[in-house]
């Protein structure tokens, strides 16, 4: 989900959810983790205003880390952010 308020003030916000499909408590706190490691890199290309809420899959727990960057990377480029 994506949303963004025009000539906004505000710095981009990201928000980042896995529920129990994606496995245990373990594995749903590392693919968390390896979110918000993506997101902090792909945060200075966010427009100002922007609202991104990264919802982690149950097939996330089985990527690395590599294939999680491409997965967000290309979710943001469809949307127009990347």
Do not use: C, W
């Not at 981009?12 to 706190?29: E, F, Q």
């Not at 991104?52 to 690395?64: I, M, P, R, Y």
């Amino acid at each position: 989900m994506v949303r963004r308020e025009p000539a906004a003030d505000r710095a981009p916000r990201i928000g980042i959810t896995a529920g129990k499909a994606v496995g245990s408590a373990v594995a749903r706190n590392r693919v968390k983790r390896r979110l918000r490691a993506i997101a902090a890199t792909a945060l200075p290309r966010i427009p100002a205003g922007t609202d991104v809420v990264l919802v982690a899959k149950a097939e996330s727990s089985g990527k690395d880390f590599q294939h999680l960057e491409a997965d967000v990377i290309a979710a943001l480029g469809k949307v127009g952010i990347a």
